[in-house]
């Protein structure tokens, strides 16, 4: 039987259209997209082509779009380019962000830069009053608000134009991770007052190590990575063509797919929520499970007992990807650090179910199946 993958969260499959198109690039460009030669020239206009249209699909300039390696570099380019360049010394953000924010933000917190978090409830929504009352804090230095569109882990989502508009009313900076929503909601910056978005192809059925990091035009930072003058001098090294070109393929197409997609992935999260309530006593959903959560991630708290601690290992031998607590970059299980700071002591035992177009209604009804097998008996 073939396998199940449910870790979409985690990466997405490349889109075959995606790679036809990137295999052609990698054939028709042969120059540097720096030399001022004929082959030089065209692949430079290639990659032009690229931002535009990722431009285009965020209602973005195109000089507001820098390319990067990934989502982790991009975040990590928004925040210490704010920090070194913009005044800001002070952040508030969320204890349950990416590592790629989190740990950035902890490392800038070493350096001086004042930190604050942000409250939350257990389903990992942020207190607006408070975010407000520490915006309003009367001689604050400059201050940047870095939250999360959706989580990746528990799928919880930012009011993202409320909190957008918060943060310019109280004259913060407002950095926020997209690597989750990007090409699976409608983001439009000139609505709504956004500092810094990040994205990742990989993440929208796109190559893996190509991203990108949208840098509002009001904001004038120095490089990230000192070198060349590529990416209008902010990122030297030459550029990675045939991922950029996959990933302004692969968005463009997710977008044009995104509402029919979003439309169907929704039934196939439905069928597991509804079918794990059925079939499996004292389950538990993390995260705004109910209400305003990304449709393609389900997070699920199966209570704590010997079998259940083996359910990620299980599932796999059943031939089911999903993921466990957090996959972290070691590979091992390493904990949660998104539930510890939600649920703090909660011995129960997390899988993170992420969901595709190209997943089916009877393989959801072979993982409750599987599920019901190896917990219930
Ligand atoms: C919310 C979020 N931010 C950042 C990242 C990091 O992206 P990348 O793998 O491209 O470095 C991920 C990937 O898991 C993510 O889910």
């Not at 259209?17 to 042969?30: G, K, S």
């Not at 044009?256 to 499996?280: A, C, M, P, S, V």
């Amino acid at each position: 039987m073939d396998r199940i993958y449910l870790d979409h969260a985690a990466t997405t499959p490349i889109d075959p259209e995606v790679v036809d198109i990137m295999a052609e690039t990698m054939r028709t460009y042969p120059g540097n997209p720096s030399s001022i030669h004929r082959e030089g020239r065209t692949a430079r206009a290639r990659i032009e082509e690229a931002r535009k249209e990722i431009a285009e699909l965020l209602n973005a300039s195109i000089g507001e779009i820098f390319f990067t390696s990934c989502g982790t570099e991009s975040n990590n380019m928004a925040l210490k380019c704010a920090v070194r360049d913009l005044g800001v010394k002070r952040i508030i953000s969320a204890r349950t962000e990416h590592h790629a924010v989190l740990h950035t933000v902890q490392r800038l917190e070493g350096e001086g830069v004042e930190v604050a978090f942000v409250k939350q409830d257990s389903r990992g929504q942020i207190d607006l009053n408070h975010l407000s009352g520490l915006l309003d804090n009367p001689g604050s230095p400059k201050t940047l608000v870095s939250l999360m569109h959706a989580n990746n882990e528990i799928g919880t989502m930012l009011p993202l134009a409320g909190v957008a508009q918060l943060c310019a009313e109280k004259g913060a900076l407002f950095h926020t991770d997209t690597v989750q929503t990007m090409g699976y909601f409608p983001i439009d910056v000139d609505k709504t007052p956004i500092s810094f978005l990040t994205g990742s192809a990989h993440k929208f059925y796109g190559p893996k190590g190509v991203g990108f990091v949208y840098i509002n035009g009001d904001n004038l930072i120095k490089p990230f990575i000192d070198g060349g003058a590529q990416e209008r001098n902010m990122r030297g090294g030459t550029e990675n063509l045939y991922g950029i070109v996959g990933m302004a393929t692969a968005l463009k197409k997710k977008m044009e797919e995104r509402e029919k997609q979003e439309k169907y992935i929704r039934t196939l999260r439905d069928q597991l929520l509804r079918g794990l309530q059925e079939r499996i006593p004292g389950i538990a959903f993390n995260g705004d499970a109910f209400g305003e959560s990304h449709y393609k991630i389900l997070s699920v708290s199966f209570p704590a007992s010997a079998k259940s601690d083996m359910l990620l290992l299980n599932f796999d031998i059943q031939g089911i990807s999903v993921s466990g607590g957090s996959a972290c970059s070691s590979g091992a299980d390493a904990g949660s650090h998104v539930l510890d700071a939600l649920k703090p002591g909660d011995p129960a035992t997390t899988i993170r179910f992420s969901f595709s177009h190209h997943n089916t209604a009877q393989e959801i009804e072979r993982v409750l199946e599987v599920t019901e097998k190896l917990l219930v008996g």
